[in-house]
T-cell receptor
Framework: EDQVTQSPEALRLQEGESSSLNCSYT??????LFWYRQDPGKGPEFLFT???AGEEKEKERLKATLTKKESFLHITAPKPEDSATYLC?????????????FGRGTSLIVHP | DGGITQSPKYLFRKEGQNVTLSCEQN?????MYWYRQDPGQGLRLIYY???????QKGDIAEGYSVSREKKESFPLTVTSAQKNPTAFYLC??????????????FGPGTRLTVL
């Protein structure tokens, strides 16, 4: 069973149509949840880190929120340049290595 | 500018050959990582290193080897023992893995294709 599950796998939106991406996790002790954006053929670009339930962070049209079981990446009035794959990663406190585990990502396409 | 570089961008390997992927960072980060990315899969950890001259296996280390002789460099060798090496390889670095704020910064990736 995956520790980090992202949904939906793919999402198509019209420009201006707001929506949310989901990242649910099953780790025992959260020590950070990370969001990244990845453009085709490129390395992931860091967006946000969230540490505790109730925390929120914003950057332009993106807002990330965190609960005890999941995180949402809200995209408000998206533009075509927001098209990318969005990756979620979770770091847990058990084990001591603190290496993040990545989800499979959500592929977002925003049509003009 | 600080960042992570990977080379080459594209690499072609014949069956039975070993190839080495380069990763260099000038962010003064202690930790470095190698991931493999396949279509429809998340990033899977191959190896990571928390300090010079030390490294640990990740989830899919079989058929790969690494070295960490300098803080700035963490090359990955894909050996002939790796049965399905065609993939996109990503190198990342971060401050020490035990730090609170240790988000990873990624390089641009190397796409390896077996001919």
């Amino acid at each position: 069973e995956d520790q980090v599950t992202q949904s939906p796998e793919a999402l198509r939106l019209q420009e201006g149509e707001s929506s949310s991406l989901n990242c649910s996790y099953t780790v025992s002790g959260l020590r950070g949840l990370f969001w990244y954006r990845q453009d085709p053929g490129k390395g992931p670009e860091f967006l946000f880190t969230l540490y505790s339930a109730g925390e929120e962070k914003e950057k332009e049209r993106l807002k990330a929120t965190l609960t005890k079981k999941e995180s949402f990446l809200h995209i408000t009035a998206p533009k075509p340049e927001d098209s990318a794959t969005y990756l979620c990663a979770v770091r847990e406190s058990a084990g001591g290595s603190y290496i993040p585990t990545f989800g499979r990502g959500t592929s977002l396409i925003v049509h003009p | 500018d600080g960042g992570i570089t990977q080379s080459p961008k594209y690499l072609f390997r014949k069956e039975g050959q070993n190839v080495t992927l380069s990763c260099e960072q000038n962010l003064n980060h202690d930790a470095m990582y190698w991931y493999r990315q396949d279509p429809g899969q998340g990033l899977r950890l191959i190896y990571y290193s928390q300090i010079v001259n030390d490294f640990q296996k990740g989830d899919i280390a079989e058929g790969y080897s690494v070295s960490r002789e300098k803080k700035e460099s963490f090359p990955l060798t894909v050996t002939s023992a790796q049965k399905n090496p065609t993939a996109f390889y990503l190198c990342a670095s971060s401050t020490h893995t035990g730090d609170v704020n240790n988000e990873q910064f990624f390089g641009p990736g190397t796409r390896l294709t077996v001919l």
